[in-house]
């Protein structure tokens, strides 16, 4: 079943990425086409086959213990903070992130 | 003097070190061959002359000192602007992150430079690499050297057009499913996407983390095999858990011959509906070129690769959606003034900060993603994957690199391939090494009969077999008598050593 514009509203509100009604219509037809290219995925026998989620096969994660290493490029707070739109002292600023009623802000 | 388009990287090098001219006067030289001949071609999102000659002049302070210059000692380099480099911009030719300015300079970037290299700027790219055209920039289009009203092919088509005008002599980029191997193909110059693993990762902006390989352009195989050269030492890369080592000396039996060795052509492939007759002449020529050295052509079967293009646009967009996350607008990037909450300023910094396709890709993924579309495609499409790596793992029991085209048809012109579910299939010979993981490499032969405009092999090998394919390369390469060619509207134009 085709996905509808509300289908991919829902997937653009997921996303985070706002789109305005043209665009969401465009988007809906990019989606239902591009979903169409991915058929041949969907008609293969795959049981008892192991997939590959990743070309070098024996990865584990890398851990270490929480401890200040210097030969770790950590970046300076004010390096951190140079590219942010809004920033206060020594943090990011953002706007509310509860809500927007009265008294949010 | 010649101008320095003629000249190697070894000869650049060598010239260095010997005082035949400096890695200033070289520097000078790329800097005034970009302005001769960058409004044409407009490879470059930035121009970073100061730290260009500032290099040189470390690299001429060290000669002058005594000390021993590396292998890439003044040699003119172009990165793809999805590299961090400190003292530029990284903008991934997106609005996203037009006044991002780099924290840190990528491992890959800085090996080039710890080599000898001069920094001559950053080249335009798809947007976040997501491309085969470099029209989704968001910034400008970059016109193919060979003819200025078609594509360079993307997404690293600005390092490819960059290599390809003599502007620089050699350029890195990245290929997630035929980034590098596609522009160079279409821009008539070599270029190697190594085995996953070979390069480090580490400062190259994220599309597909199971997919993303760095790599070199040149004019030469010889230039490509010394980048390589400088983009594997020293060994693995701690700050990427999937950099491994790749001790090779890559020009170590670059001229050996390749008689006895085998060549596998997949018929399949060379039948398929999009390929033009000129490139798959072109690509048979080239399987006899390697025959008449002595190599034995066989035929082999990849019964799942023609899956592989489906699969990509699963994993792929998947990968893009995860590692595109990031770019909320709070800790850099474009950032949505005069919203009430967080989640609305994420919302439209997100959509006022990436282009069309980068918005299609992420959406596509994230669609993908959610449950119960998981079990229908992403878990599926990595099964897939390894029915294709088993293919080519039974394939190179009978051949050792096997031999097809890089990309289906020579550089369309701007604007062509307006659909962008057509624009996926321009990648459909490069695809398949990036879901295996192994390394391919671009090689010109020449230009094609019917458009008159570039043609290229592509050779594939199966993992960390690298050096053989450039051995290979070196082999075509040298039957076509295409080494060192400058697009012929630009060679020459501003780069005179004094």
New interface residues.
Partial sequence: MP?SQKD?AG?????????TGD?LQE?TA??N???E??????E?D?DG????????GD?SN?MGGDVVDASV?A?PID??L?????SEGRY?R???????EEGD? | MANFDQLSAAQIAAGVRAGDFSATEVARASLDAVDAREPQVQAFLEVSADLALKAAERTDQARARGEELGPLAGVPCAFKDNMHLVGTHTTCASRMLENYESTFTATCVQRMLDAGATPIGKANMDEFAFGSSTESSAFHRTNNPWDTTRVPGGSSGGSAAAVASGEVTVSLGSDTGGSIRQPASLCGVVGMKPTYGAVSRYGVVAFGSSLDQVGPFGRRVEDVALAMNALVSPGRDPFDSTSQDCPIDFLEHLEDPIAGKRVGIVPQLMEVQGLTDEVRDAVNGAARALEDQGAQVVEVDLPNIASAISAYYVIAPCEAFSNLARFDGVRYGYQEQGCATLAEQTSLSRAHGFGEEAKRRQMLGAYLLSSGVYDTYYYPAQQVRTLITQDYERAYEKCDVILMPAAPRTAFKFGELSDPTQMYASDMFTISNNIVGNGGVSVPLGLGRDSGLPVSAQLQGPAFRDRMLLQFARSIERAYDASGIVAPDFAGKGGDLA
Avoid at chain 1, 37 to 42: A, N, S, W
Avoid at chain 1, 49 to 56: A, K, L
Avoid at chain 1, 82 to 86: D, E, H, L, P
Wanted: aromatic content about 10%; cysteine-free; charged content about 15%.
């Fill in positions: 996905l991919v997937i653009a509100d997921y996303a985070r990425i706002a789109l665009e988007m990019y989606m086409e591009a979903v290219l991915l058929k041949p995925i969907t293969y795959l086959v192991e997939p590959t989620f990743h070309p070098i990865l890398v490029r970046l390096v951190a140079k590219n942010a739109g809004s990011f953002v706007p509310s992130i509860l809500g927007t802000r």
